[in-house]
């Protein structure tokens, strides 16, 4: 009996942890910012970059993921009613100066910039097509 009650000690004490470590994740989740180069040139790229902020999403987990693209931030991406609002226009060239102005203010934990133009902004971690 004694031994019961132990392991019933032991099991309530992890469940505890675990159950408070979930709840502090969820409800102090940091940032995440993915920037889009929404550039003409980019546009043959679209479906792939899609796929990758889809398999982003599905494996980041008590992480905010903010969205934007080389022309505007656009927000939360859960809050987005479709991802194709990321991907709605394709016009002009990538400027870092644009990078720059609009992202500046932001501190996220993490910078992902999607783009082809061979740029290494600091700071960013480049995913390149």
Do not use: C
């Amino acid at each position: 009996m004694k031994v019961i009650k132990v392991f019933a000690l032991f099991l309530l004490l992890q469940l505890s942890a675990w159950g408070g470590t979930h709840w502090y994740l969820q409800t102090n989740q940091a940032d995440i910012l993915v920037v889009v180069d929404t550039s003409f040139s980019m546009k043959p790229n679209f479906n792939s970059m899609r796929d990758w902020i889809d398999n982003f999403e599905a494996n980041t987990r008590y992480r905010n993921i903010v969205i934007g693209t080389d022309k505007a931030l656009l927000g939360d991406l859960d809050q987005l009613p479709s991802k194709d609002h990321i991907f709605r226009t394709a016009f002009g060239r990538f400027s870092e100066v644009n990078l720059t102005r609009l992202y500046s203010h932001l501190k996220p934990e993490k910078r992902y910039l999607l783009t082809s133009t061979g740029v290494s902004p600091s700071g960013w971690e480049v995913v390149s097509w």
